[in-house]
Structure formats: structure tokens, C-alpha cells
């Protein structure tokens, strides 16, 4: 008796938080896959035109068959939509590129340091900080070599 009591409390609670109908919620509950189901409610409850359990699913399986959420690189994670045009890799394994697609990554996952500067000479850090007239003397010596 108590598991039915929890089922028609849960089933209460997802018709409620996600404003969709029983045949919906049950559905939803019954659904095969722990983290699609977590997903599929993340759709009902953001998308405001995914309204329906079917709905969902077929966004889902889109989603899961569109070629650039296919995965790339392994190690890395990054899919195909994420691929970075201007370097070599094309992944995130590549640290050294610069490129805006990095560059969002990082700003996105969280992996951004604030005191990285674009701008800036990676070795003296001239040029960065604000001060765009900043001069650097790195390669000073290799330009009077070569002259």
C-alpha cells in the first residue's frame, strides 16, 4: 500500500511542477532511463511549447541523432557543434589555441581566469590589463639579430 501512496504522491507532484496531464506524468514516471527522464522533465518544465510527454521524447531523440551533439574527441568530451575552427585539435585538449570557441568554453564550464588577457603578451604580459599601449621587449633582440 505504501508504494502506491508514493507512486499517486509522485505522480501529483510532476503534474503540478511540470502542468502536464496523468497519461503524461505517467508516462514520464514509467520512462526506462533515469537521465533521459531527468531531461525530459527539464524540457516540459523549460520549453514552454514541449507540452506533452510525446513532445519530449521526439525533441529528445532529435537532440541524441543530430550530428554535431555527436562526441568528437574522447578525452575531452567536445561534440562535433563544438569544434574550434582555429586550431589544429578542433578539441578542447588543445590549451595553447586562443580562439573564441576556447575562449567561450572556458567562460561557459567555468575553467576562465580573469587574469588571462588576449590582449596581453603571453610571455611579459605587455600590451594587457587595460593598457593597450603597453610595449613589449620580448623579441627586441631577435629583430636586431636578424637586421
Known amino acids: 500500500m505504501p508504494k502506491n501512496h508514493a507512486r499517486k504522491?509522485?505522480?501529483?507532484?510532476?503534474?503540478v511542477e511540470l502542468g502536464i496531464k496523468h497519461a503524461?506524468?505517467?508516462?514520464?514516471?514509467?520512462?526506462p532511463n533515469d537521465n533521459e527522464r531527468e531531461t525530459l522533465?527539464?524540457?516540459?518544465?523549460?520549453?514552454?511549447?514541449?507540452?506533452?510527454y510525446k513532445e519530449a521524447v521526439d525533441y529528445l531523440r532529435?537532440?541524441?541523432?543530430?550530428?554535431?551533439?555527436?562526441?568528437?574527441?574522447?578525452?575531452?568530451?567536445?561534440?562535433?557543434?563544438m569544434v574550434c575552427p582555429e586550431c589544429a585539435k578542433g578539441c578542447g585538449c588543445e590549451y595553447e589555441c586562443t580562439g573564441w570557441?576556447?575562449?567561450?568554453?572556458?567562460a561557459a564550464t567555468g575553467d576562465y581566469d580573469e587574469?588571462?588577457?588576449p590582449n596581453a603578451c603571453p610571455e611579459?604580459?605587455?600590451?594587457?590589463?587595460?593598457?593597450?599601449y603597453?610595449?613589449?621587449?620580448?623579441?627586441?633582440?631577435?629583430?636586431d639579430q636578424a637586421a
Do not use: F
Open 115 to 117: 587574469d588571462d588577457d
Open 41 to 52: 522533465a527539464e524540457y516540459l518544465e523549460t520549453y514552454v511549447d514541449i507540452n506533452t
Open 101 to 106: 570557441r576556447h575562449e567561450e568554453m572556458r
Open 24 to 31: 503524461d506524468a505517467i508516462s514520464l514516471l514509467d520512462h
Open 62 to 81: 532529435r537532440e541524441q541523432n543530430d550530428p554535431r551533439n555527436q562526441i568528437m574527441c574522447r578525452d575531452c568530451g567536445w561534440t562535433y557543434g
Open 134 to 143: 603597453g610595449e613589449c621587449c620580448c623579441y627586441e633582440d631577435e629583430e
Open 9 to 15: 504522491k509522485a505522480l501529483a507532484n510532476l503534474k
Open 124 to 132: 611579459c604580459g605587455a600590451g594587457g590589463g587595460g593598457d593597450p
